[in-house]
């Protein structure tokens, strides 16, 4: 399977501001996906990230809030934007291959204060 | 849209003892159902996997079952071992490419 890396592992930020979270495969597939995961949770989808074109989110999900950008078939990045302490989660990359599977990045574990 | 219900949401066995995690789902297309183990602070891993073509599919110690009419597919752990102890989450798909549906989760705890 691929190898799923993401940056940063884990971060702090003050409410109001935004952070930039980036999933990195190494090797091309088709499918991206961005998950959320609140403390104790399961996992919930945010949003699909397309190549080449506007990323499909999920109900629930804006993107205003959560712009993604997918730049080539290796790359894509989950802001969360103007953050409150509810956006406290880890945020987890998945890649899907033509035969079901998906896997999932290591994940980024985000705190809100 | 899908809705996933996982049960039980946790679950104490014996060390050797065997496990079993059911989940019910509405969607009548949906094809694919993995089932993924998270410990601590990890990332889900995918143990196994089952298709909609196939009734039962087995792994060494692990084991999926799938009853399709009934709408409901569950995980099954035998010899159960302390490495066993993780989070359990069911998941659903409609298509190959596609996005999934995951349950509430289990926590399994295997006791020496």
């Known amino acids: 399977s691929a190898v799923i890396s993401q940056k940063p592992s884990r971060d702090i930020c003050q409410r109001g501001t935004s952070l930039t979270i980036q999933c990195q495969v190494d090797?091309?597939?088709?499918?991206m996906f961005w998950y959320r995961q609140q403390p104790g949770q399961s996992l919930t989808l945010i949003a699909t990230?397309?190549?080449?074109?506007?990323?499909?989110?999920e109900s629930g999900f804006v993107i205003d809030k959560f712009p993604i950008s997918r730049p080539n078939l290796t790359f894509s990045t989950l802001t969360v934007s103007n953050m409150s302490p509810e956006d406290s989660s880890i945020y987890l990359c998945?890649?899907?291959?033509?035969?079901?599977?998906?896997?999932f990045g290591p994940g980024t574990r985000l705190t809100v204060t | 849209g899908e809705n996933v219900e996982q049960h039980p949401s946790t679950l104490s066995v014996q060390e050797g003892d065997s496990a079993v995690i059911k989940c019910t789902y509405s969607?009548?297309?949906?094809?694919?159902f993995p089932w993924y183990k998270q410990e601590l602070g990890k990332r889900p891993q995918l143990i196994i996997d089952?298709?909609?073509?196939?009734g039962e599919k087995k792994d060494q110690r692990i084991a999926v079952t799938l009853n399709k009419t009934a709408k409901h597919f569950s995980l099954h752990i035998t010899e159960t071992q302390p490495e066993d102890s993780a989070v359990y989450f069911c998941?659903?798909?409609?298509?190959?490419?596609?996005?999934?549906?995951f349950g509430a989760g289990t926590q399994v705890v295997v006791t020496p």
């Open positions: 998945s890649v899907g291959t033509s035969s079901y599977e998906q896997y």
């Open positions: 090797s091309q597939v088709t499918m």
């Open positions: 990230a397309n190549q080449g074109s506007e990323a499909t989110y």
């Open positions: 969607d009548s297309a949906s094809n694919y």
């Open positions: 089952i298709r909609s073509n196939v």
């Open positions: 998941a659903t798909s409609t298509d190959s490419w596609g996005k999934l549906q």
